[in-house]
């Protein structure tokens, strides 16, 4: 009787035990505590730059009440912004799209091995993921074609990127080669071919590129200090750290520049976002 009575409590916990799935709750848990990691420093930011300057003095950690705006305002206008961004858009959106043009046309025959040599060339490109860049023979190159200083030259040293040669290569091969022979029998020509069958179907790997390269070019802060000595050139990145020279001691101001430095990546991913999950996975990961 007593046996019964304790096989029978017992048949719940075990059931309750077996419905637990330990390895997904340990999943989770290491999922959050990556996530408190990176959203943390994001959440101290944005309540940096509603701030006011005595309230941060005083506690920065306490949460904001009463959002200031100002600090936005200021940051506008007293670190030439518009003046800052304009040029990083210029520098970012005229050589994303050079890049992407030509990478496109790179890594079709690559893909397909129509060049002589086609694995060497993209295992070039592997290897140079890995090489740091040529910065001193780089230097003398602009230096020597008269374009240090000038924004022509500035664009030029963004328009080779590997990763996204070899993302693109990655992604053409999952294309049936069979559309080529189709289209060859059509009568369809090498450049219409690449623009109006192979371009749309390799949309989410473009979309993967371009955020990439988009984001590097505008976070870049190395490349403007070095090649740029005119404030009328500046990107938003070198803008914003002679802004930091002036207001350092102004940290909600300078919390609410930064917030405006981010936007426009921010909503080039989102715009971008549903194409760069299925770009980056069947792009990066084939081989």
Known sequence: MNNNRVSVLSEPKQRFSRRIKWGRVLS?????????????????????????????????????KEPVFQNFIDAWEKANFPKYITNSVIYTGVATTIFVLSAIFVAFPLARGYVKGSKFLLSLFVIALFLPSAMIPQFQLILRLGLYNTRIGYILLFLVNPIGIVILVNYIKTIPRELDEAAAMDGCG??????????PLIRPA??????????????????PT??????????????????????????????????????PMVIL???????????????????
């Open 226 to 263: 070095i090649y740029l000595t005119n404030k009328n050139y500046y990107p938003i990145t070198r803008g914003l750290v002679v802004f930091q020279g002036v207001y350092g001691y102004n940290w909600p101001t300078l919390a609410a520049a930064v917030l405006i430095l981010t936007i």
């Open 190 to 199: 090498y450049f219409r071919f690449v623009v109006k069958v192979i371009l």
């Open 28 to 64: 989770y848990i290491i999922l959050i505590a990556f996530a408190l990691v990176y959203i943390g420093p994001i959440l101290m930011l944005v309540n940096t730059a509603f701030n006011t300057l005595p309230q941060f003095m005083v506690d920065p950690t306490i949460p904001v």
């Open 269 to 287: 991913f989102l715009i971008l976002q549903r194409y760069i999950i299925s770009g980056l996975t069947q792009g990066a990961v084939k081989g």
């Open 206 to 223: 473009i979309a993967t590129v371009i955020v990439l390269h988009a984001i590097g070019i505008w976070n870049e802060l190395i490349q």
